[in-house]
């Protein structure tokens, strides 16, 4: 740190003691809240008139009095990221000092519960002292006032926070963007879909799809988990809604709409796609026994949704806050090159003078990171304003560090928060922030892509080994496993027309939402374990427990009964205890639901009497499934020899009975020879 940086630290600290109260009330102790809705200037000069204005909303029970709204800002400015991080985490009260002075705040009045009531301060810069330009000024709004017990303290009882660049404005523009992330917000477990309805027709993700459309094409990254998609898609269809779930025709369309709208921006936007539902990569990581099939499963699982939605994009990855580890960002690597989200806790040695994409080194090549980087929170509620000023003053303190080190590759990236409502206006306000005109000169538009393309730095620092955090059991990802086991067999059994596509429900359990719900989570599993085994259940070979063969060689009949709904393709995997018996697999054939098909199973006993034959069902595959039929064939040994024998047998007995008669005719024939000669001595 330069000398002038230390100057600038110090006199901010002095500011920060002096100015501020000893102690210190958050806006949830008074139950009054404050919010920001407008600033101006953006960029701080010599001659503006800082204006503020907002909201103060009474959010308990009691009244407020005597309501009053100041400015507080510092005199001298912060120069890094460090100082203002540091000073947001060592408290709330980091501002600076409160601008007192007569008609520089605002006389608000009294605040009944429940109401609100909009500020609106003005206070010129020529009138704070300020040091001038050379970082970041925070600025904010501190609210006094009387509880109802006529106590009013000099601390405040509400505040909200943004911050003011000031620098040059000769430097060179910093790169800046807006990434967008889309995935499903609510709960995973009995989320209100009409919420959710409301939400999209004219809520939160109506308002925040806007936002992103707003956003120029040049300063525009979206991050899609193709999951929300299906989500949505249900409460279009009467016959796929959740049970239960009643919305108007017109909040069905506008849900279509909105659906239509996504994939409009997506298709025009640089758009990477996140795997299905946003798997626990962590769990997949600690518990790899099943890794390899249920990664297959969320492969296949996107790449159906793609094709559903018509979509295209590059694949990224995208773990929690805090659930990522080194093991886990080389199991990503080896699966791809895509970029991985991660935050900062994930890369502690990370510096916003590599840029928010940075290359990690893995033992299968560079893997490339955009790394949040975003300041913590600071007091009152994320608005388009206060979201506009992260992004300017991210570029002013870019443009700080570029001056002083060349190697600095600091940028303005930043990642929104999907669960952000930036209203209606939201949208144009922030979007502003991003572009060379919006900003004044201060930014110059990029996308995620366009970064990676600009040969990132190399992170070399630490990234954990381990992290404290819980996700999925290893439990669960064998029950989900078997699962995707059966779900497999079945689709591959039942022909594609009749086909329910059940990859996406698999895979949806192994989304991270689930960590929360580990006992709901196994509940659903096997829930959908014992459907789909009850479905394959219904295919089933009828077999008699003994044929008995003519001969060592011949056919019998075995007859395969589909009592499903749906027309499948079976065949059946013979096997005997004898390996010499020669046994041919049926191959598959096409079964109607409540039908059932007979097979001719031909079979060589050779030269065995008796076998045990084991049959069982098949899918076209090869693959066998079910409970197996097992039955014995006997033969009953009538051969050649036995035939010859009969044979022998009966031309005995021909001959018995010819000889018999041949005799009788002789002694009938000398007994009439005899009887002449007696009649020709008496003539």
């Known amino acids: 740190m330069t000398i002038r940086a230390w100057l600038t630290a110090f006199v901010v600290a002095v500011s920060l003691v002096v100015g501020t109260p000893g102690t210190q009330a958050t806006a949830s102790d008074g139950s009054l ?245 946003r798997p626990d990569e962590l769990a997949l990581n600690r518990y790899p026994e099943n890794a390899e099939t249920l990664w297959q499963q969320v492969d296949a699982a996107t790449s159906a949704a793609l094709v559903a939605h018509a979509l295209t994009g590059s694949r990224a990855s995208w773990p929690t806050i805090s659930g990522t580890t080194r093991g886990m960002l080389e199991d990503i690597r080896t699966r791809g090159e895509g970029p991985t989200l991660v935050s900062r806790r994930s890369v502690p040695d990370w510096e916003p003078r590599l840029g928010s994409i940075v290359n990690l080194e893995t033992t299968s090549g560079p893997l490339p990171l955009l790394v949040n980087g975003s300041l913590p929170d600071t007091p009152g509620v994320e608005t388009a304003v206060t979201l506009r000023q992260r992004i300017l003053t991210d570029a002013a303190l870019g443009v700080l560090s570029r001056e002083g080190d060349s190697g600095s590759r600091a940028d303005a990236l930043t990642i929104v928060d999907p669960s952000w409502n930036p209203g209606l206006t939201g949208g144009s306000i922030v979007s502003r922030a991003v572009t060379a005109r919006g900003s004044a000169g201060l930014t110059r538009s990029v996308t995620a892509a366009d970064l990676i393309r600009a040969a990132p730095s190399t992170y070399t620092g630490d990234v954990p080994e381990d992290v404290d955090t819980r996700s999925l059991s290893p439990t669960a990802l064998d029950r989900i496993a078997t699962l995707a086991e059966n779900v497999t067999r079945l689709h591959e059994v039942v022909v594609e027309e009749d086909r329910q596509d059940l990859s996406r429900d698999v895979v949806e359990n192994l989304s991270v939402r689930w960590r929360s719900e580990p006992a709901k989570l196994l509940e659903k599993v096997d829930a959908q374990l014992a459907s789909v085994e009850s479905q394959l259940a219904g295919i089933s070979i009828d077999s008699p427990s003994t044929i008995t063969l003519s001969s060592n060689r011949g056919g019998f009949p075995l007859t395969i009964a589909n009592d499903t709904e749906r027309t499948v393709q079976v065949g059946l995997s013979l096997d005997a205890d004898n390996p010499s018996l020669d046994l041919g697999d049926i191959p598959a054939v096409e079964i109607d639901p409540g039908e059932r098909h007979t097979v001719t199973v031909e079979v060589d006993l050779g030269d065995q009497t008796s076998s045990t034959v084991t049959a069982r069902l098949a899918t076209a595959s090869g693959v066998g499934f079910g409970d197996s039929a097992v039955f014995n064939i006997r033969s009953s040994n009538v051969g050649l020899i036995v035939w010859i024998t009969m044979g022998a047998a009966g031309l005995l007995v021909v001959a018995t009975w010819a000889r018999r008669f041949l005799g009788r005719r002789r002694r009938r024939g000398a007994a009439a020879a005899h009887a002449e000669g007696f009649e020709d001595v008496d003539e």
Request: no cysteine; glycine share 6%.
């Open 33 to 277: 809240a404050v919010r920001i809705d407008a600033l101006s200037p953006s960029q701080l000069s010599g001659d503006a008139t800082i204006r503020m204005r907002g909201v103060i909303r009474n959010t308990g029970e009691s009244p407020w009095t005597s309501v009053q709204a100041y400015l507080v800002i510092p005199r001298s400015p912060f120069q890094t990221r460090e100082q203002i991080r540091t000073a947001i985490e060592d408290g709330q009260a980091y501002t600076g000092e409160r601008v007192v002075d007569v008609g520089s705040f605002d006389e608000v009045g009294d605040l009944a519960p429940g109401a609100s009531v909009r500020f609106d301060i003005r206070v010129p810069v020529s009138r704070l002292g300020l040091a001038g330009p050379g970082g970041v000024y925070p600025v904010g709004v501190q609210v006094l006032a009387t509880d109802d017990e006529g106590d009013r303290s000099n601390a405040a009882v509400a505040r909200a926070t943004t911050f003011l660049p000031w620098v040059e404005r000769s430097a060179p523009p910093v790169p800046a963007g807006l990434v967008w992330p889309f995935t499903p917000t609510w709960p995973v477990v009995d989320p209100d879909w009409q919420e959710v309805a409301d939400s999209v027709t004219q809520g939160q993700l109506r308002h925040y799809l806007d936002a992103a459309r707003t956003t120029a094409r040049a300063a525009r990254t979206i991050v899609l988990d193709p999951s929300l998609l299906d989500e949505l898609r249900r409460l279009v269809d009467p016959d796929t809604r959740p049970e239960g779930v009643e919305i108007s025709d017109d909040q069905a369309e506008a849900v279509a709409t909105w659906l239509a709208d996504l994939r409009e921006l997506a298709l025009d936007s640089t758009t990477w796609i996140v795997s299905y539902a």
